[in-house]
């Protein structure tokens, strides 16, 4: 049997380091945050298996009534986060009600699976969107030398579902699997992870393992 591990961070920033042979690896540090079981979710009455965290500390003037009402029914000061952790293989058990889930039950023999939000870059155009081409910037074009081009002929008569254009870009979320852990120093609750991960400085991150 394996026991799944979730833990939530944020992304402080990337760096490198320097592995035997003198080889540079670029580097994610990501911070835990000590977060808590409060919940259990069962297939037979929710339709999934699962259990709920939070995690954090926030002010209660800060707090939405909402979550203020969360925290009183489950006794809780305060918190910033809470997520779910689901498992969809029943050889892997999931934590109980009240566990704290911390940096010290982290392997670096394991790799580790991330889910984060991407940068958000607002409104943008086929070139910065989808790396587009840029139009001829002489010989008659006027004004159009980032524009997007055709876009469909009389037939059918109508825009393709999924054409590539303009419009909202980033703030997604994202899972990679399968990161390589670098080192994990427990005494400043810092997790080193082999690339890049996505998302702005203070991301929230959610770093899980089946261990």
Same mark, same amino acid.
């Given at each position: 049997m394996l026991k799944k591990i979730v833990l939530l961070g944020k992304k402080i920033g990337m760096t490198r380091i320097f592995d035997e042979t003198g080889s540079q690896v670029p580097v994610t540090v990501l911070e835990v945050i000590p977060s808590k079981i409060v919940d259990k979710k069962e297939k037979s009455k929710n339709g999934y298996d699962a259990v709920v965290a939070v995690s954090g500390d926030k002010k209660n003037s800060h707090m939405k009534k909402t979550d203020i009402g969360f925290a009183k029914k489950y006794s =809780?000061?305060?918190?910033?986060?809470?997520?779910?952790i689901r498992s969809k293989?029943?050889? #892997? =058990?999931? %934590?109980?009600?009240?566990?704290? @889930?911390?940096?010290e039950d982290c392997s670096?023999?394991?790799?580790?699976?991330?889910?984060?939000?991407?940068?958000?870059?607002?409104?943008?155009g086929v070139v910065k969107r989808w790396n587009f081409s840029t139009q001829d910037a002489s010989h008659g074009n006027s004004i159009s030398h980032r524009a997007p081009g055709s876009i469909g002929g009389n037939q059918p008569g109508r825009v393709w579902k999924g054409k590539k254009m303009s419009g909202r870009m980033g703030n997604q979320k994202y899972t990679l699997n399968s990161r390589k852990l670098i080192s994990i120093e427990k005494d400043k609750s810092l997790v080193l @992870?082999?690339?890049? #991960? %996505?998302?702005?400085?203070?991301?929230? #991150? =959610?770093?899980?393992?089946e261990v």
């Open positions: =809780i000061a305060s918190f910033r986060s809470t997520y779910e293989n029943e050889e #892997v =058990i999931l %934590p109980n009600i009240g566990d704290e @889930l911390s940096i670096l023999e394991k790799t580790m699976k991330i889910t984060s939000r991407s940068k958000g870059k607002g409104f943008q @992870l082999k690339g890049s #991960v %996505p998302g702005h400085n203070g991301t929230e #991150v =959610i770093m899980s393992q």
